[in-house]
C-alpha cells in the first residue's frame, strides 16, 4: 500500500494513507498479543513500514497546509492522532514551516542592528500566525470551531521556534546596560506576549502557554531587577543632588508673579516633582515593576519632606554671582520661605492627579488596591503638610526678627522728656513707622500674589509683635511710676527739713509728658495695623496695650 505512485493525487493519497493507517494499527495490536513469536527482524521491519508511512503522511501533511486544503488537513491531523503522534506533526510545523520563515526574518537586511527592527520582527511573526499557520489555528486551537484536539502548533511549533531563534540570534535584546533600549525592547516584547495570548480564547489555554517551560525561562532572561536599579540610581541620584544645594538665591526661579502659577517657584521642589512624573513616565515606567515603582515614589515624597524641614532652619547663603549675572542677588530667606510654602501647598494639590495616573498604570485595577493606594498617598500628604506649619512658623520669625530691634527704643522715651523742657508730645516717635514699615513693604510685595497667606503671616507675627511691645511699654511705665513716687518722696523729706512747703510744679509734668508719648505711639500703632488691612480684633494683646497706656494718663 506504502508503495504507491509519487504523482498519485493528494485526495487519493489521503485515502490510501487513512487505510495504511488502519491496517498497521491492526498488525500492531496483532503483534502486542503475539510478541514472543515474533522475532528481532520482524519488529524492525514493522518500525520501518511505521517510519514510512509516517515520511508519507508529513510529505502530505506539508502539501495541504501549503495549498491550504483544510479538509486533508483535518484528515491528515486524525491519522497523527490514531498513529498516536501527535508531536511529530507539531515538529513537522516547527521543522518545515516556521523554521525558515523565521531565518528569512532575522536575516533580512539590518534585522541584527542593536537599535531597532525588534518591532518589525515580531509584526512579521506574528503574521505568520494569520498567513501560514491560520488554517491550522483555526482547526485545533478555538473552542468554538475546534474539529480536532489535542495539538498546540502555537506553543510547540511556533513559540518554541521563535525563542530557540531569539536566544541563538537575538540575545542582544536582553541586555539592560541601556535602559532606554532595554525598556523599548521588553514593552516590545510584552506587546508581542500579549498578542500571542490573545490568540486563545480559554484561559485553560493561556495557562498551558504561561506555564511552559520555555516561556517561563524566556521571561526570567530580562533583567528587570538590574533595569529597576539603574532607574533607581538614575533617579534618586538627581533628587539627592539638588537636595545637597545649600539655600540661597540661586534656588528661586524667578520673581513673585510665579506664585500666582501652577508652575514651582524652586528649582528644587521643580526638580523632585518631574522625577516622580518621570517614575511613571511611558518610556521608564513597566507594569512588572509596579510595587518597586510605587514606593520609589514615596520614598522621593519622603526625602522631599525631610529636605524642606532641614532647609527651613538653614543658614542663608547670599549668592556668589555678581549683581550683573545673578539677577535674584536681591532675595531673602524670607522670600525663600514664603516660595517654599507655596511649593509645598502646589506639591500636596498635586498628589492626586499623580495618583490617578498611578491608578491608570497599576495592573492590578480593583477598588481594593486603589483604596490602598489612595490611603498611602493621603497619609505621605499629610506627612508633607506638617512643611507647611514649620514654614509659617520660621517666616513670622523672620518677619519678627526685622521689626523687634526698633521697639527697644521705647525705653529711650523717658530720656527725651525728663528735665529737657520739651514740648507736650503730638506726634509719635520714628521707632513706630520704623518698627512696622517691614511689615508695610512685606504686604506691598506679596498681597497681590498670596493675600490670604500674607494676612495670616501678618496676624501671627503683629500678634507677637505686640506682645513684646506691651512688655517694652509696661516696663517704661512702671519705671516711670516708681521714679515719680521716688521724686515725691525726696520732694516731702525736703520741704520738712526746710519747714517750706512748696507748692507743686505748674503745667504738665515729665512723666505726664512720657504717658502722653506712649499712648500717641500705641494709638498710631494701632492705626498702622489697620493700614495693613489686618483686623485689630484679630492681633493678640493689642486692646491690653491701649489699656495699659490709657490707664497710666489716668493715674
Avoid at 27 to 56: G, M, P, V, W, Y
Wanted: hydrophobic fraction near 40%.
Amino acid at each position: 500500500m506504502l508503495s504507491m505512485d509519487n504523482y498519485m493525487e493528494s485526495f487519493t493519497k489521503i485515502d490510501v494513507l487513512e487505510q495504511a493507517t488502519a491496517e498497521l494499527n491492526h498488525l500492531k495490536f496483532n503483534a502486542s498479543r503475539c510478541r514472543s513469536d515474533i522475532s528481532i527482524d520482524q519488529q524492525t521491519e514493522s518500525k520501518k513500514l511505521e517510519d514510512l508511512l509516517i515520511t508519507h503522511l508529513n510529505e502530505l501533511f506539508l502539501v495541504c497546509i501549503h495549498e491550504k486544503d483544510s479538509n486533508l488537513l483535518i484528515r491528515c491531523l486524525r491519522i497523527y492522532i490514531m498513529l498516536d503522534n501527535v508531536t511529530t506533526a507539531e515538529l513537522v510545523v516547527r521543522r518545515d514551516v516556521i523554521s525558515p520563515i523565521i531565518n528569512n526574518i532575522l536575516q533580512d537586511e539590518d534585522s541584527q542592528t542593536e537599535f531597532n527592527n525588534l518591532q518589525s520582527i515580531y509584526n512579521r511573526l506574528l503574521n505568520i500566525l494569520s498567513g501560514e499557520l491560520k488554517q491550522l489555528l483555526d482547526i485545533t486551537l478555538y473552542s468554538n470551531r475546534i474539529q480536532v484536539k489535542g495539538f498546540n502548533f502555537l506553543v510547540n511549533s511556533f513559540w518554541i521556534e521563535i525563542e530557540e531563534k531569539i536566544d541563538q540570534q537575538l540575545k542582544y535584546i536582553f541586555a539592560p546596560g541601556n535602559p532606554e533600549l532595554f525598556h523599548k525592547r521588553y514593552t516590545e516584547t510584552m506587546w508581542f506576549r500579549k498578542k500571542l495570548e490573545e490568540f486563545y480564547d480559554v484561559p485553560a489555554h493561556i495557562s498551558i502557554l504561561k506555564d511552559h517551560l520555555q516561556y517561563k525561562n524566556f521571561l526570567k532572561k530580562w533583567n528587570l531587577p538590574v533595569y529597576f536599579q539603574i532607574r533607581f540610581q538614575e533617579i534618586a541620584g538627581t533628587v539627592e543632588t539638588a537636595f545637597k544645594e545649600s539655600i540661597s538665591p540661586e534656588l528661586i526661579k524667578g520673581s513673585a508673579n510665579i506664585l500666582m502659577l501652577e508652575e514651582f517657584s524652586l528649582y528644587t521642589t521643580s526638580i523632585v516633582w518631574n522625577c516622580l512624573y518621570k517614575i511613571w513616565s511611558e518610556n521608564i515606567y513597566l507594569s512588572q515593576l509596579f510595587q518597586e515603582f510605587w514606593k520609589l515614589t514615596l520614598q522621593v515624597c519622603s526625602r522631599y519632606q525631610t529636605w524642606a524641614c532641614t532647609a527651613i532652619r538653614q543658614k542663608w547663603q547670599e549668592s556668589n554671582k555678581p549683581e550683573s549675572i545673578a539677577n535674584n542677588n536681591r532675595y531673602t530667606k524670607l522670600d525663600f520661605l514664603i516660595y517654599l510654602y507655596c511649593d509645598v501647598e502646589k506639591f500636596v494639590n498635586g498628589l492626586p492627579n499623580l495618583l490617578r495616573i498611578v491608578q491608570l498604570k497599576n495592573p492590578n485595577q480593583n477598588p481594593a488596591t486603589f483604596k490602598l493606594l489612595e490611603d498611602c498617598l493621603t497619609e505621605t500628604s499629610k506627612t508633607i503638610t506638617m512643611i507647611l506649619q514649620l514654614t509659617t512658623e520660621e517666616i513670622v520669625n523672620e518677619l519678627i526678627m526685622h521689626c523687634v530691634i526698633y521697639l527697644k527704643q521705647v525705653s529711650d522715651i523717658p530720656r527725651l522728656y525728663r528735665r529737657t523742657n520739651r514740648e507736650v508730645p503730638t506726634k509719635p516717635c520714628a521707632y513706630v513707622k520704623n518698627a512696622l514699615s517691614f511689615l508695610t513693604n512685606f504686604r506691598t510685595n506679596y498681597n497681590d500674589f498670596v493675600p490670604t497667606n500674607v494676612t495670616i503671616w501678618l496676624q501671627l507675627a503683629l500678634s507677637l509683635l505686640t506682645e513684646c511691645y506691651l512688655t517694652s511699654v509696661t516696663d517704661v511705665l512702671t519705671s516711670v511710676q516708681k521714679t515719680e513716687e521716688s521724686l515725691r518722696r525726696l520732694k516731702k523729706i525736703r520741704d520738712k527739713s526746710t519747714g517750706v512747703l512748696t507748692s507743686d510744679a505748674q503745667g504738665i509734668s515729665d512723666d505726664e509728658k512720657i504717658r502722653i508719648q506712649l499712648q500717641i505711639d500705641v494709638n498710631a500703632y494701632s492705626a498702622m495695623i489697620t493700614e495693613l488691612d489686618v483686623p485689630v480684633s484679630d492681633i493678640s494683646h493689642l486692646q491690653e496695650l491701649s489699656q495699659a497706656v490709657e490707664a497710666a494718663l489716668k493715674k
